[in-house]
């Protein structure tokens, strides 16, 4: 059967990277000194990568029968060829990067005393394996999202359908508690796992004819989830998670708001899918994007705008926007007059 491309899914992924872009636009410094830049931070934070993880749930239920047939080893293969070989590969260019950047004084001294100053390859290793990449820290997406559709994979080729979508519904409902009870202080490569594996378990639930049906309800729900996060983010003291009860209460509350911004923004984009064809076409080329932008076009070039070159607040991120949008598409471009396309796309990044 032929694979079909469902429009809304991928303008809701375009939209999920354009949040996930706009949250990297700010520096630490930029929050202390503006309430809006932290407000921002904080709103977009706290859904935007929840929404890519559901998305690619959504997208994993709608080829799950097609890809039943393969072998545990060749799925698992296909899918270390997309997530995990960008990942390394990425790693490794951004690594060489600046260790040639640490040749030339004026970047060496632009980047000391920052997270992007000289570490030994083992260190960097060391921090790339616990999806801690201190030079591209938002390489924890694809390390993690490998390690869901893994476990989700082998859960559904061993299981009935039944059973497997009981297994699905018991680690939705438990793991917001097993996360806020012991997984803290963990290292990234776990702790993302245990964070955000519900939020792509739901998307693997989805039923794509409830969903569209339902549309018009599930937008509602993300608009009143939308105000309830805004409310929570203005007026609940974060002191109130200091008691281990209330927090764990919370978890369920902040995580039922993510889930229904992530279902609203979804459901938006199918009440409005003939009007988000450009946004659609942005949506299915999101890796190029998701890859590049980071760190060049938002945490160095906030970095240089905002601390060194003191530009405002809404300069500096305006000029990260545009940067990140535009570098990743004009180095696409560039790959493809100088004939790189083919050694990229073999080492798994997008030309």
Same mark, same amino acid.
């Given at each position: 059967?032929?694979?079909?491309?469902?429009?809304?899914?991928?303008?809701?992924?375009?939209?999920?990277?354009?949040? *996930?872009?706009? /949250?990297?636009?700010?520096?630490?410094?930029?929050?202390?000194?503006?309430? +809006?830049?932290?407000?921002?931070?904080?709103?977009?934070? %706290?859904?935007? *990568?929840?929404?890519?993880?559901?998305?690619?749930?959504?997208?994993?239920?709608?080829?799950?029968?097609?890809?039943?047939?393969?072998?545990?080893? %060749?799925?698992?293969?296909?899918?270390?060829?997309?997530?995990?070989?960008?990942?390394?590969?990425?790693?490794?260019?951004?690594?060489?990067?600046?260790?040639?950047?640490?040749?030339?004084?004026?970047?060496?001294?632009?980047?000391?005393?920052?997270?992007?100053?000289?570490?030994?390859?083992?260190?960097?290793?060391?921090?790339?394996?616990?999806?801690?990449?201190?030079?591209?820290?938002?390489? +924890?997406?694809?390390?993690?999202?490998?390690?869901?559709?893994?476990?989700?994979?082998?859960?559904?080729?061993?299981?009935?359908?039944?059973?497997?979508?009981?297994?699905?519904?018991?680690?939705?409902?438990?793991?917001?508690?097993?996360?806020?009870?012991?997984?803290?202080? +963990?290292?990234?490569?776990?702790?993302?796992?245990?964070?955000?594996?519900?939020?792509?378990?739901?998307?693997?639930?989805?039923?794509?004819?409830?969903?569209?049906?339902?549309?018009?309800?599930?937008?509602? *729900? /993300?608009?009143?989830?939308?105000?309830?996060?805004?409310?929570?983010?203005?007026?609940?003291? *974060?002191?109130?998670?200091?008691?281990?009860?209330?927090?764990?209460?919370?978890?369920?509350?902040?995580?039922?708001?993510?889930?229904?911004?992530?279902?609203?923004?979804?459901?938006?984009?199918?009440?409005?899918?003939?009007?988000? /064809?450009?946004?659609?076409?942005? /949506? %299915?080329?999101?890796? %190029?994007?998701?890859?590049?932008?980071?760190?060049?076009?938002?945490?160095?070039?906030?970095?240089?705008?905002?601390?060194?070159?003191?530009?405002?607040?809404?300069?500096?991120?305006?000029?990260?926007?545009?940067?990140?949008?535009?570098?990743? +598409?004009?180095?696409?471009?560039?790959?493809?007059?100088?004939?790189?396309?083919?050694?990229?796309?073999?080492?798994?990044?997008?030309?």
């Amino acid at each position: 059967m032929k694979d079909r491309r469902f429009h809304y899914v991928d303008a809701a992924r375009g939209i999920a990277v354009l949040l *996930v872009i706009y /949250g990297h636009t700010f520096r630490e410094s930029m929050r202390a000194a503006y309430a +809006w830049c932290d407000f921002s931070y904080a709103l977009v934070y %706290r859904f935007h *990568v929840s929404l890519l993880f559901l998305l690619s749930g959504f997208g994993y239920a709608l080829t799950l029968e097609k890809n039943k047939t393969l072998t545990e080893w %060749r799925y698992l293969g296909k899918k270390a060829k997309a997530l995990l070989l960008p990942w390394f590969s990425y790693s490794v260019l951004i690594y060489v990067i600046f260790v040639a950047a640490q040749l030339f004084a004026p970047c060496r001294a632009l980047l000391e005393n920052t997270a992007y100053q000289k570490i030994p390859p083992a260190k960097y290793l060391a921090a790339m394996l616990k999806n801690e990449n201190p030079y591209s820290f938002h390489l +924890w997406y694809l390390q993690t999202l490998f390690l869901f559709t893994a476990v989700t994979f082998l859960k559904d080729k061993f299981l009935s359908e039944k059973y497997a979508r009981r297994a699905a519904i018991l680690l939705i409902l438990s793991l917001p508690a097993f996360y806020t009870l012991f997984c803290r202080d +963990w290292i990234w490569v776990f702790k993302g796992f245990f964070q955000k594996y519900l939020f792509f378990l739901l998307g693997t639930l989805l039923v794509r004819e409830k969903v569209e049906k339902k549309a018009g309800i599930l937008a509602a *729900v /993300g608009a009143c989830s939308f105000a309830a996060l805004v409310l929570e983010i203005c007026f609940l003291p *974060v002191e109130i998670y200091d008691n281990p009860y209330i927090n764990l209460g919370m978890s369920y509350v902040d995580n039922a708001i993510t889930v229904g911004i992530c279902l609203g923004i979804l459901a938006v984009c199918i009440l409005w899918n003939r009007y988000l /064809g450009r946004l659609a076409q942005f /949506g %299915r080329n999101t890796m %190029r994007y998701y890859l590049y932008h980071q760190p060049f076009c938002c945490a160095l070039l906030g970095m240089l705008l905002y601390e060194k070159l003191h530009f405002s607040a809404v300069v500096t991120v305006a000029a990260c926007m545009v940067s990140a949008i535009a570098l990743p +598409w004009l180095f696409g471009k560039l790959i493809r007059l100088c004939r790189l396309d083919d050694i990229f796309r073999k080492i798994g990044l997008p030309a």
